[in-house]
């Protein structure tokens, strides 16, 4: 009789929607991961040609190494690098790892692993400098090869040929977003946060997600069957039948609590007395727009362009990034499309330069890499020009902490105007101009900012993240990371009041406009818009329609006065529980 796997439930963040079941690919990281399957007899050849392979890119990456040395230094340094060439060439290694192939049926990268860990272990316990180094020679091999045997993680999702659930230590933004959705079905990371941009990306993809599990990586194994539910956070391996009727229930009722919001598509984001809102979508690329349409959407109300660089990972040509602003642009128009300029840094980044940063969220970040750059900045807003000839778009900068940034700016944006002016390109000459507010500095003197700009946006994942010192991808002090923490509630409100008062418009567009019980909050406090993920839409619309702008507003006034986050996420759900409670099902 088959053996009966033990079921095993792991909790981490849930981060974006939806509960599906699928086999594991375990996704090899750089660092200490090594993945394990077993090798059926029909695939025992292509397993040594895949160890072959790897054997030969190890020789010539060394070889290379070499070279470079040797043209560089005295020759010396080079010549320690013909220890790691002669264990590629030592018979005993070469036919353990055939011999371990063989008859453990398992793939190349374990067995390399276990053969040389064998040696790594006896020589450890030796009191030999000599050897010692020679400890190190072997570790360094083994992770070259492992590491060429496993390709880096975008080739090997590439490799992908069925659908799976991808599990990895981390995944950067950038490969989350090479995700190919018919293969990745879900992903659970040991690291991550809900406002993580791999996190913000998964919604995105609509692709079921947990990240924060610790270790998953090593509690499952590729080929292993399992369950996620990427709304509570739960992920169930080996799942028994009846968890998989349970969770079958659960999503279908989901299905058709979504469906029926989905007749709310024609609707206005309006509360039950008339207040109206503008609800509009967060996105990430072109190929969005789609969705964007279809949810319902009044427009794009951020726009991450720096995708399109992390795609190319360079600064992407005037024209290029012309053409795909101009199409979403037509394809929204009349509704806005709101263009922020590039936010690379932090977990974003594509210039070597910030990944050596110690502090890479507190350094060149976003609008001071813009302003440190600017004939690069200008490149991108000459293009965003160009686009706002043939439809509704504006302007944002992010990250601004204070207003000589947004002077700075706005300087580089008149420069840009009189360049396209000289060359006769048409644009709008009255462009909106706008900023996130994401920094409590810039909460904090909205009043002075207010003067320079039409509009502000509340970028709430990095303000909670600046005001609460909390980083926002660190999944340890992520139970610290409250949205609603009296401080976080302060700044909005100084923000709107002070927008406001200057006859701006306030919008917000960090991942607390998509909860559909915050919602209700933000709209007591003033925000205007809520710029949300495209699925999130007829949800948040619902959330809206439910209540009436003098409860909202009531909310507001006694949220102010809360002293803990958690009082206020009470008095949130108590309000969804006595006007929507279907809501609480999707959360
Ligand atoms: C934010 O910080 O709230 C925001 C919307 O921008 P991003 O998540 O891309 O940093
Ligand atoms: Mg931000």
Redesign the pocket.
């Given at each position: 009789m088959a053996e009966k796997k033990k079921e095993v439930v792991l909790r981490g963040i849930g981060v974006s929607p939806g509960v599906v079941v699928g086999s594991v690919y375990v996704l090899a990281s750089k660092s200490t991961i090594v993945p394990e399957w077993d090798v059926p007899v029909s695939r025992v050849d292509a397993e040594f040609a895949r160890f072959e392979d790897a054997i030969i890119e190890t020789r010539r990456q060394i070889s290379k190494i070499q070279k470079n040395l040797m043209e560089s230094t005295t020759g010396r340094d080079a010549e320690l690098f013909d220890a790691h060439l002669m264990i590629l060439d030592d018979r005993t290694f070469l036919e353990d790892v055939i011999e371990g192939i063989t008859e453990r049926r398992k793939n190349a990268e374990i067995v390399v692993k276990d053969v040389l860990g064998k040696h790594i272990d006896t020589l450890s316990t030796v009191d030999d400098d000599y050897l010692r180094e020679r400890v190190a020679d072997l570790r360094d091999v083994s992770r070259r090869i492992i590491s060429n045997l496993s390709g880096d993680s975008v080739s090997q999702l590439g490799k992908l040929n069925k659908r799976h659930i991808v599990v990895a230590a981390d995944l950067a933004p950038s490969e989350t977003a090479a995700l190919r959705k018919d293969l990745v079905v879900g992903f659970a990371t040991d690291q991550g946060s809900p406002?993580s941009?791999t996190a913000?990306m998964a919604r995105a993809l609509e692709i079921p997600a947990i990240v924060g599990l610790h270790d998953v990586t090593r509690t499952v194994r590729s080929g292993d069957e399992i369950l996620i539910d990427g709304n509570k956070g739960v992920l169930i391996i080996n799942p028994k039948p009846n968890q998989l009727k349970k969770y079958g229930e659960l999503a279908k009722a989901r299905k058709t609590i979504e469906r029926e919001l989905t007749t709310l598509k024609e609707e206005p984001a309006e509360t039950l007395d008339g207040h109206r809102i503008v609800l509009s979508a967060?996105v990430e690329g072109s190929e969005e727009v789609d969705a964007v349409l279809q949810y319902g959407a009044e427009g794009v109300g951020?726009f991450?362009s720096e995708y399109l660089y992390m795609s190319q990972e360079k600064v992407v040509g005037e024209m290029e990034q012309a053409e795909v602003y101009t199409e979403v642009a037509e394809r929204l128009s009349p509704a806005p499309l709101i263009v922020?300029t590039f936010?690379i840094g932090?977990d974003k980044s594509i210039f070597g330069e910030q990944s050596m940063e110690a502090n890479p969220f507190l350094g060149c970040r976003s609008i001071r890499l813009a302003l440190a750059r600017p004939d690069e900045f200008k490149v991108q807003l000459r293009a965003i020009l160009r686009a706002s000839a043939v439809g509704n778009v504006k302007i944002m900068y992010?990250m601004i902490c204070n207003v000589e940034e947004v002077i700075s700016a706005n300087d580089l944006l008149e420069e840009a105007k009189a360049e396209l002016k000289a060359s006769k390109v048409a644009f709008d000459d009255d462009i909106e101009v706008g900023i996130?507010v994401?920094i409590p500095s810039a909460a904090l003197t909205a009043d002075v900012i207010a003067e320079h700009v039409s509009f502000f946006?509340?970028?709430?994942?990095?303000?909670v993240?600046y005001t609460l010192a909390v980083d926002r991808v660190n999944e340890k002090v992520a139970y610290l990371y409250e949205p609603t923490h009296p401080a976080v509630l302060k700044l909005i409100k100084l923000t709107v009041d002070a927008g406001h008062k200057h006859g701006l418009w306030i919008g917000l567009?960090?991942?607390i406009a998509s909860d559909p019980i915050i919602a209700p909050l933000l709209i007591g406090m003033g925000i205007d818009e809520l710029s949300v993920p495209p699925s999130a839409v007829p949800l948040i619309k619902d959330a809206v329609r439910s209540v009436t702008l003098s409860q909202a507003k009531k909310l507001a006034e006694k949220s102010l006065k809360a002293s803990e986050a958690a009082e206020v996420l009470g008095y949130c759900r108590r309000l969804t529980k006595e006007v929507a409670p279907e809501l609480l099902e999707l959360i």
């Open positions: 406002t941009h913000l967060n951020l991450r922020r936010d932090g992010p996130m994401e946006s509340l970028g709430t994942n990095d303000l993240q567009c960090g991942e």
